[in-house]
């Protein structure tokens, strides 16, 4: 039924938030009843998604390098599928920075809204900071602080920097049966769950953040007209990048590394690509890829059964692009100078709240937290994303599982050896 439709709910939600403070308007003063209401319903869904922030970055990213570590222990296998990864990955955030520096259509129009409320936070670069050295002091010592330190202060490259420090010590020192290892992937099961509640809240949550929002567009120079046109050129500018890498470019690389033409592949993997557009959970489209995978692309189950469930983990080229770009809109919306430096950090960033990330509807918006709040942008800017987040999502989730089914071809062709050695064991 469409009214249980999380989608419908969070558009509906949005449209009566920002119908009723259109309509209403002045009558809504900060002594009003209803708007103290209101303001209580937005604290409230805010506080509980900063409540995730630390533990979701945290144990996310070392759930990822436990997943890593099985790339390096196989050797060439691993190394061709990491290798195609963190390739695709930067392919996929070069594109995103074409579009911020060559393109942004948004910035025909001023800035919508200055950083207001209690939920804006401190950079992690200052605005103005040219100078290399300075950049690089005030990085390093956010980075190597004391882990219970970055957590309690949500010190985002603190609590980075921790997590790929504990992981990768886990994976050279644990084990690989390490109750350890158990742990981890039971604290995430439990966060994941947590995380899937607050999802469900979105329509209360964006409700109220709009309806204060809209309001504030209002007293802004440029009004909610400017603001919509803005929300519309970034949607399709991200739609657009988000096609080209998947109908162009890695169809390309599959087609140069193993000689797959496009069009045969892309009728090949229509079926898994189709269930990720529809259910927006690469988890969800895992038994449909490797079935495609083997059936169709004739890949055998030792490489896909391995490249597959890593890819739904840590290959996320669509997230990646559009937590980037879309924290480069955010942060221009909101009155917030990025220099250069600040702009590749972001994308930096992006590109590393991807590894681990849930797959599962929405997901992208627990790593867009780690991003905006890395450059000082309120949280409850998400709210803005969501609006437009579910439709993107669906084609981000096909190109991401798209590129899961070519590693694990490309995987295949460059390690026949390898792969059949493990397929034989």
């Not at 604290?43 to 409540?51: E, G, K, Q, W, Y």
């Not at 604290?187 to 204060?212: E, K, Q, S, Y």
């Not at 059936?295 to 469930?309: A, G, T, W």
């Not at 190109?399 to 694990?408: R, W």
Request: net charge negative; charged share 10%; glycine share 8%.
């Amino acid at each position: 039924m469409i009214l249980r439709n999380l989608t419908f709910q969070v558009f509906l939600a949005a449209l009566l938030g920002i119908g009723i403070a259109l309509s209403l308007g002045d009558n809504l003063t900060t002594d009003n009843s209803f708007y103290q209401f209101v303001l209580l319903l937005k604290s409230t869904f805010l506080s509980v998604l900063r409540m995730l922030i630390a533990p979701l970055i945290f144990f996310s990213l070392i759930g990822g390098i436990i997943g890593i570590g099985s790339v390096i222990k196989l050797q060439r296998m691993g190394a061709v599928t990491f290798a195609y990864y963190f390739s695709t990955t930067l392919i996929a955030i070069g594109l995103g920075l074409i579009a911020v520096f060559f393109i942004h259509p948004w910035t025909s129009y001023p800035p919508s809204i200055g950083v207001v409320g209690e939920f804006s936070t401190s950079r992690m670069i200052d605005p103005g900071s040219d100078s290399i050295i300075l950049v690089l002091q005030k990085v390093l010592s956010l980075a190597f602080s004391n882990p219970v330190s970055a957590l309690a202060n949500l010190n985002i490259l603190g609590i980075v920097t921790n997590a790929l420090f504990i992981g990768i010590a886990m994976v050279l020192i644990l084990p690989t049966d390490s109750p350890l290892f158990t742990i981890v992937r039971q604290i995430n099961d439990v966060i994941v769950t947590i995380l899937r509640w607050v999802i469900r809240l979105m329509p209360i949550g964006i409700f109220a953040i709009l309806l204060d929002f809209t309001l504030q567009l209002d007293m802004a120079n440029g009004g909610s007209q400017n603001f919509l046109t803005q929300l519309i050129q970034f949607s399709l500018l991200v739609f657009v990048l988000t096609i080209i890498h998947g109908l162009v470019i890695l169809p390309c690389i599959a087609w140069l590394i193993t000689g797959k033409p496009p069009l045969l592949l892309m009728r090949q993997i229509s079926q898994p690509l189709i269930v990720a557009f529809s259910t927006s959970s690469s988890s969800a489209t895992l038994p449909v890829s490797m079935q495609a995978c083997e059936e169709q692309l004739q890949i055998k189950r030792s490489v896909s059964s391995f490249v597959l469930p890593l890819g739904a983990t840590m290959n996320m080229d669509g997230t990646a692009l559009f937590e980037a770009v879309a924290a480069i809109f955010l942060a221009y919306l909101y009155g917030i100078e990025l220099t250069t430096v600040a702009v590749f950090t972001v994308f930096l960033m992006a590109m590393v709240s991807s590894i681990g990330a849930p797959g599962m509807p929405s997901a992208s918006m627990a790593g867009m937290q780690m991003v905006l709040l890395a450059v000082g942008i309120p949280l409850e800017a998400i709210a803005i994303l969501l609006v437009i987040e579910r439709p993107l999502d669906t084609f981000r989730t096909a190109v991401n599982v798209e590129g899961d089914i070519i590693g694990a071809l490309i995987v295949q062709r460059l390690t026949a050896d390898e792969s059949e050695n493990l397929g034989s064991v």
